[in-house]
């Protein structure tokens, strides 16, 4: 990237690693030079939480908010009862509007730990398409915003087009979903003055759909921003994990895991990390990535630590980092590792060691608990587990037990 921008926001978004793409570098680094610029990002409502593969973008919204601008977390209300295709080979499952509403209740939750919401020209707002969505009129729609749509032009995306080209199935529903996304832009404009859309490269498509209405009905200034789609560096998609998302909230991922995640870091991501999730200073974080050896790894508990105090607080960064040297540095069980708690009842004829290491979430099923143990991968209060017929009963549980799935996945089982 050879353009030097003016700009606060986007010399943050260009030297750290966050920009793929602009539709235009010069007028969006000139527009925020003279005044506030409100931007969204829109988040269809389709889990009850976040999860760490959008964390890239509300990093970046939280840095246009700390630079002087006003972010716009866009719900997608109306949207998700669509669903977005880019790039899927299936059609998502439909929500109901109760599922939607409890859904977006629950990504506010997140949302709120890493952006300031208020009425003043910089506070963040959040805003559901169904405003405007949900009591559209088909004709009228189809009259005034349809016909700027060319279909051999949509075709021609190429998350549209890869679905195609598979020949799988794309219903008439989901091909709308690109129009409607780019009448979210055009809505946001009108109603509040929103200029600049900003997303995953995988949303490019969308941006230019919806930044090319906004042009043609209103004759605004808008632009698109893209941020790229992040890889791990042994290739694996960011915020998946073997046990499946991590996800950004307290009862569906603990704190502990979650920091966890970040301490696991690969020595080749770490700088990388430094700068696009934590806000450390950018030369702190090019020296932390750059240590060797067994320094690299207090630059990934650094990491872990910035991570998790931004989503759940300093002190719960620093039981988790307390909880892992205990568990890994001195053997110990450690307070706050993730606990499944038992009722007596379920063990009064005992419950087998197989169940246990499934329901503590160290394996997805019963097939991959007993290849876990054949491949010596179990222990049981830090000793070896071979047997995986083993039974645990009440009187084992007298105090909690530590079972472990490697060397850095463990949980407590105890008795309520």
Same mark, same amino acid.
Request: glycine fraction near 10%.
């Given at each position: 990237?050879?353009?030097?921008?003016?700009?606060? %926001?986007?010399?943050?978004?260009?030297?750290?690693?966050?920009?793929?793409?602009?539709?235009?570098?010069?007028?969006?680094?000139?527009?925020?030079?003279?005044?506030?610029?409100?931007?969204?990002?829109?988040?269809?409502?389709?889990?009850?939480?976040?999860?760490?593969?959008?964390?890239?973008?509300?990093?970046?919204?939280?840095?246009?908010?700390?630079?002087?601008?006003?972010?716009?977390?866009?719900?997608?209300?109306?949207?998700?009862?669509?669903?977005?295709?880019?790039?899927?080979?299936?059609?998502?499952?439909?929500?109901?509007?109760?599922?939607?509403?409890?859904?977006?209740?629950?990504?506010?939750?997140?949302?709120?730990?890493?952006?300031?919401?208020?009425? #003043?020209?910089?506070?963040?707002?959040?805003?559901?398409?169904?405003?405007?969505?949900?009591?559209?009129?088909?004709?009228?729609?189809?009259?005034?915003?349809?016909?700027?749509?060319?279909?051999?032009?949509?075709?021609?995306?190429?998350?549209?087009?890869?679905?195609?080209?598979?020949?799988?199935?794309?219903?008439?529903?989901?091909?709308?979903?690109?129009?409607?996304?780019?009448?979210?832009?055009?809505?946001?404009?009108?109603?509040?003055?929103?200029?600049?859309?900003?997303?995953?490269?995988?949303?490019?498509?969308?941006?230019?759909?919806?930044?090319?209405?906004?042009?043609?009905?209103?004759?605004?200034?808008?632009?698109?921003?893209?941020?790229?789609?992040?890889?791990?560096?042994?290739?694996?998609?960011?915020?998946?994990?073997?046990?499946?998302?991590?996800?950004?909230?307290?009862?569906?991922?603990?704190?502990?895991?979650?920091?966890?995640?970040?301490?696991?870091?690969?020595?080749?991501?770490?700088?990388? %990390?430094?700068?696009?999730?934590?806000?450390?200073?950018?030369?702190?974080?090019?020296?932390? #990535?750059?240590?060797?050896?067994?320094?690299?790894?207090?630059?990934?508990?650094?990491?872990?630590?910035?991570?998790?105090?931004?989503?759940?607080?300093?002190?719960?960064?620093?039981?988790?980092?307390?909880?892992?040297?205990?568990? %890994?540095?001195?053997?110990?069980?450690?307070?706050?590792?993730?606990?499944?708690?038992?009722?007596?009842?379920?063990?009064?004829?005992?419950?087998?060691?197989?169940?246990?290491?499934?329901?503590?979430?160290?394996?997805?099923?019963?097939?991959?608990?007993?290849?876990?143990?054949?491949?010596?991968?179990?222990?049981?209060?830090?000793?070896?587990?071979?047997?995986?017929?083993?039974?645990?009963?009440?009187?084992?549980?007298?105090?909690?037990?530590?079972?472990?799935?490697?060397?850095?996945?463990?949980?407590?089982?105890?008795? #309520?």
């Amino acid at each position: 990237m050879t353009y030097h921008p003016k700009s606060e %926001f986007l010399n943050v978004m260009i030297s750290r690693g966050y920009l793929a793409d602009c539709t235009d570098l010069q007028g969006l680094d000139d527009a925020m030079m003279a005044g506030v610029v409100p931007t969204y990002i829109g988040y269809d409502a389709t889990a009850k939480s976040l999860h760490i593969g959008h964390l890239l973008n509300i990093m970046m919204l939280r840095w246009l908010q700390k630079t002087g601008h006003k972010p716009i977390t866009l719900m997608g209300g109306g949207t998700t009862k669509v669903g977005d295709p880019s790039f899927r080979s299936d059609e998502r499952p439909l929500l109901t509007p109760q599922v939607i509403d409890e859904n977006i209740d629950g990504m506010q939750q997140v949302f709120a730990q890493y952006l300031t919401y208020g009425d #003043g020209a910089r506070d963040a707002m959040m805003v559901n398409n169904a405003e405007w969505l949900d009591g559209l009129n088909y004709l009228d729609f189809l009259r005034d915003i349809g016909r700027h749509f060319s279909v051999n032009r949509m075709l021609s995306f190429e998350s549209v087009k890869s679905r195609l080209d598979r020949e799988q199935s794309l219903s008439f529903l989901e091909f709308n979903y690109m129009i409607l996304q780019a009448y979210d832009f055009l809505e946001l404009n009108r109603r509040y003055g929103c200029a600049l859309q900003m997303g995953g490269s995988d949303q490019w498509g969308n941006i230019v759909n919806g930044i090319d209405l906004t042009r043609r009905v209103i004759d605004g200034q808008v632009f698109g921003l893209t941020s790229p789609l992040l890889t791990t560096s042994d290739g694996r998609k960011m915020g998946k994990s073997a046990d499946g998302a991590i996800w950004l909230n307290g009862e569906m991922c603990s704190p502990y895991t979650f920091w966890q995640f970040w301490r696991n870091t690969t020595d080749a991501d770490t700088g990388r %990390f430094l700068k696009l999730y934590t806000e450390l200073p950018l030369e702190e974080c090019e020296r932390l #990535g750059a240590l060797g050896g067994a320094e690299i790894n207090e630059a990934k508990i650094i990491l872990a630590n910035e991570v998790t105090s931004l989503l759940h607080g300093a002190e719960a960064a620093e039981a988790a980092e307390a909880t892992a040297r205990e568990v %890994f540095e001195k053997g110990g069980v450690g307070d706050d590792l993730p606990t499944l708690t038992l009722e007596p009842s379920e063990v009064a004829d005992g419950i087998s060691i197989v169940q246990l290491i499934v329901r503590a979430g160290l394996a997805k099923s019963g097939k991959d608990a007993k290849r876990l143990i054949a491949e010596n991968g179990a222990r049981l209060d830090d000793a070896p587990l071979s047997d995986a017929g083993l039974m645990i009963d009440a009187a084992a549980l007298a105090q909690p037990i530590k079972l472990s799935a490697g060397k850095k996945r463990h949980a407590l089982i105890r008795l #309520g």
